[in-house]
């Protein structure tokens, strides 16, 4: 976990360096919005918002997998029930031929 936290931190600075480096002023335009921003806060802001959209993705991927991996510890689990019935019905089988001999 602490190398995430640098990793976030050496991200952030290096963000923070472009955004000053590059302070033109661009027009944005999407769909009826249109804004005067700089140029590297307008990028940082684009970068950010795409890794919050991936990280969301891969929370959802996370629970998915999850998921299916709670089902299918329940199926082995249920396959391990069934053979050790079998298992213990064999013993039993075997403890009782040798009572008759």
Do not use: C
């Not at 600075?13 to 005067?36: E, H, K, P, S």
């Not at 299918?72 to 039993?92: D, G």
């Amino acid at each position: 976990m602490k190398s995430y936290a640098l990793a976030v931190a050496a991200g952030m600075i290096i963000a923070a360096l472009y955004a000053v480096q590059n302070g033109d002023i661009i027009t944005v335009n999407f769909l009826i919005w249109q804004r005067d921003v700089h140029q590297g806060i307008w990028e940082v802001l684009v970068f950010a918002a795409g890794a919050l959209l991936m990280w969301v993705a891969s929370v959802g991927a996370i629970v998915e997998l999850k998921g299916r991996g709670k089902s299918r510890v329940k199926e082995l689990e249920k396959q391990i029930s069934a053979l050790e019935k079998e298992k213990a019905s064999f013993i039993e089988a075997l403890q009782g031929g040798h009572k008759e001999e």
